[in-house]
Nanobody, 114 residues
Framework: QVHLVQSGGGLVQAGGSLRLSCAAS????????IGWYRQAPGKERELVGR??????TYADSVKGRFTISGDNAKNTVYLQMTMLKPEDTAVYYC?????????WGQGTQVTVSS
């Protein structure tokens, strides 16, 4: 069993920055992709960004503002968010895709005030 623990959310003013972290209890398995999703109130969960096979893709709404990165030594994935907008307000989830199983973080609230 793999546990993902997220941290780093909170309240920030528009134009500000936050970095979310997602620490995995272990990563001794094949990883197909890592990524971040978000879900705003009343909306479906949507992809924020994803790294797979060395290729990173981002939702159009966050391109140029958000960056996904990882630290293998710490088994941690990051989501650096800059120039935040009120419409970025959502619960953010990290995901590690291994093929047969996807592991999700517990979710982190990000609130951007105008």
């Amino acid at each position: 069993q793999v546990h993902l623990v997220q941290s780093g959310g909170g309240l920030v003013q528009a134009g500000g920055s936050l970095r979310l972290s997602c620490a995995a209890s272990r990563m001794t398995f094949r990883i197909n992709a890592i990524g971040w999703y978000r879900q705003a109130p009343g909306k479906e969960r949507e992809l924020v960004g994803r790294i797979s096979g060395g290729t990173t893709t981002y939702a159009d709404s966050v391109k140029g503002r958000f960056t996904i990165s990882g630290d293998n030594a710490k088994n941690t994935v990051y989501l650096q968010m800059t120039m935040l907008k009120p419409e970025d307000t959502a619960v953010y989830y990290c995901i590690i895709e291994t093929g047969p199983v996807n592991y999700w973080g517990q979710g982190t609230q990000v609130t951007v005030s105008s």
